[in-house]
């Protein structure tokens, strides 16, 4: 069992499609303090499966992280447009598994806002200057 173990469960018993936390509530849930990296990082709240083994923890429990907001230490876990099964957190199969828009908000997460609704990878119609 994994140590991070406590997140997965407390994320796989939520029924809301967003669960707001703070850095210090998911200390509270799994009854340690986050690695220095977290608070410093970036990058280490990414979705990337192969990121670190809290990453398998989240996306185990069909959740993504979104929003992350390092100075104020807060982040939000949205579900997934999919539950992540444990035995498929492997880079290829977790991109398949979770859409393709989720893995673009989780990635750019509090950088950019897309709206509901909008498909970023639909053709707009214009006629860019590198295609003439």
Known sequence: MSKYEPLTQF???????????????????LGFRLPTKASGIRA?????????????????????????????RRLVFRKAGASVAPSMVSSAQSARSIGFLDRIRGQLGGTVTIPEGVDITAPTGEIWDADR
């Open 11 to 29: 994320l796989s018993a939520q029924r809301a499609q967003e669960v707001p936390m703070s850095f210090t509530e998911i200390e509270r849930v």
């Open 44 to 72: 280490w709240w990414s979705n990337n499966p192969s990121n670190n083994v809290m990453t398998k923890a989240w996306l185990a429990a069909g959740f993504i992280t979104e929003r992350v907001d390092m100075g104020s």
